[in-house]
């Protein structure tokens, strides 16, 4: 069988741990014997961005923005024990962070369902896709201890120099705390439209939540920015795909993602989406089955999976040892990032070789064959605890078979 041929590269972002060692044997097994791949490569493991004084990370970041799309493999975020282990000269930013900035985008994570992984919802049938808002409120916030006595304002300094002056509480009784947070129009706005364009892309409805009865003017604002994009830009299109935007209360919200089937994408406040996306990670059943898309409104996207570089089984794996580390997040990484290069250069070839992927995927936690992490946790009669490796030549035996 002559191998799928590519037109527009793909930029591929390879990582560290335990993932960059799926990262290789995913491309081996289950992508180069069938693609005629075509990426353009960046190194993000900690050792070249130590290299390249973290400047790869940013060239990554451009060469996204000149194709379009990205795949990602999880990468390490330095901390004070990273430093000494790499030798680092720096304590650099988290590469996320830093792309996530440089493309302006929100990400999106949605689990992947499989049979035999039941979610701890009975009721949840479909994904539910949780799309944060990660920038400001308290994650960018300025806060204070205040003794007895203190007395807070907000303090507004308007651009002709007037100031405006508005009491937050005199400590009188008692000290206390208090914060300082912000939110822009420009982020609020580029959200709402990241939110908007993706449930258009990925068909499903759009839900948004915020708490505006108590938060009169700074949820509000966020409640009045979501309507306007969506009836200046999305009303029409919404319309023609047959999808439906919906605002209510947070409290509202909460109650009915709970009664729900599944099957939309819920934007939420940056702390919302913080504490939230956690809860449906745990109730879906693993980190590890889920995927996360980071999309630009200026139309980029990047692929990746939601958990880390595993480091606990790379350690492992230094050892010699086998490791049953779960490759099922990032495989959907790279069928998501793949379907979307045919999407964009017209390759259903490209497109039909993505499904085929996630099926053969699928088909192999189906017949019984999957890591520990899921092995733990399946109802399948059949299961069977395999390693990593075995895991994705298992899922390439498949691949091959099912055809695409
Ligand atoms: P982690 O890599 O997500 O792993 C935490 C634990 O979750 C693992 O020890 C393992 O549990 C389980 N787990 C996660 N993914 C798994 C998989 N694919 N298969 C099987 N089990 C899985 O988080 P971490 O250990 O806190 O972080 C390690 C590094 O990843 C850190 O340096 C952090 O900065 C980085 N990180 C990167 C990203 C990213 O690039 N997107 C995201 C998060 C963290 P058991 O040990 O019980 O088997
Ligand atoms: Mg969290």
């Known amino acids: 069988m002559s191998k799928i041929t590519m037109k527009t590269p793909l930029v591929e972002l390879d990582g560290d741990e335990m993932t960059r060692v799926l990262w290789a044997w995913i491309k081996e097994y289950l992508l180069l014997p069938f693609v005629d791949l075509k990426t353009e490569y960046y190194d993000l493991g900690l050792e070249e961005r130590e290299r390249t004084r973290d400047q790869v990370t940013v060239d990554a970041a451009e060469a996204i923005k000149r194709h379009g ?106 000290g206390g705390v208090v914060q300082g947070i912000h939110n822009t129009d420009e982020s609020i706005t580029s959200f709402a439209r990241a939110c908007f364009t993706y449930a258009l892309d990925t068909k499903q409805d759009l839900w948004f939540g915020a708490k505006d009865t108590i938060s009169k003017t700074y949820d509000r604002r966020f409640h009045d920015i979501f309507e306007l994009v969506y009836e200046k830009e999305f009303q029409v299109r919404f319309k023609e795909a047959g999808i439906a935007y919906f605002y209510s209360l947070i409290d509202d919200i909460i109650a009915r993602v709970i009664r729900s089937e599944g099957g939309f994408i819920w934007a939420c406040k940056n702390y919302d989406g913080d504490v939230m996306s956690d809860m449906t990670a745990t109730a879906y059943g693993s980190l590890a089955m889920m995927t996360s898309v980071l999309v630009s409104p200026h139309g980029w996207t ?35 990032a793949l379907r979307k290069r045919a999407e964009l250069d017209g390759l259903p070839k490209l497109a039909a070789f993505a499904q085929a992927l996630e099926l053969a995927t699928l088909k192999t936690i189906e017949d019984g064959l999957m890591t520990g992490d899921l092995y733990s946790i399946s109802t399948l009669a059949n299961k069977q605890q395999v390693d990593s490796e075995t895991f994705l030549l298992e899922a390439a035996q498949r691949l091959a078979r099912i055809g695409y």
């Open 302 to 336: 990047e692929y990746e999976a939601a958990h880390g570089t595993v480091q606990r089984h790379y350690y492992k794996h230094l050892k010699g040892e086998p490791t049953s580390t779960n490759s099922v997040a990032t495989i959907f990484a790279w069928s998501g």
């Open 69 to 174: 799309v990205g795949v990602k493999c999880a990468t390490i975020t330095p901390n004070d024990e990273r430093v000494t282990e790499y030798g680092l000269t720096e304590m650099y930013k988290s590469p996320n962070g830093t792309i996530r900035a440089m493309l302006d985008g929100t990400v999106f994570r949605a689990p992947i369902p499989a049979k035999g992984i039941t979610p701890f919802i009975p009721t949840w049938k479909k994904p539910i896709t949780i799309a944060r808002h990660a920038y400001g409120d308290i994650y960018k916030n300025t806060e204070a201890r205040a003794a007895r006595g203190a007395k807070a304002e907000l303090l507004l300094t308007k651009p002709d120099g007037t100031e405006e002056r508005l009491p937050i509480i005199s400590f009188d009784t008692s």
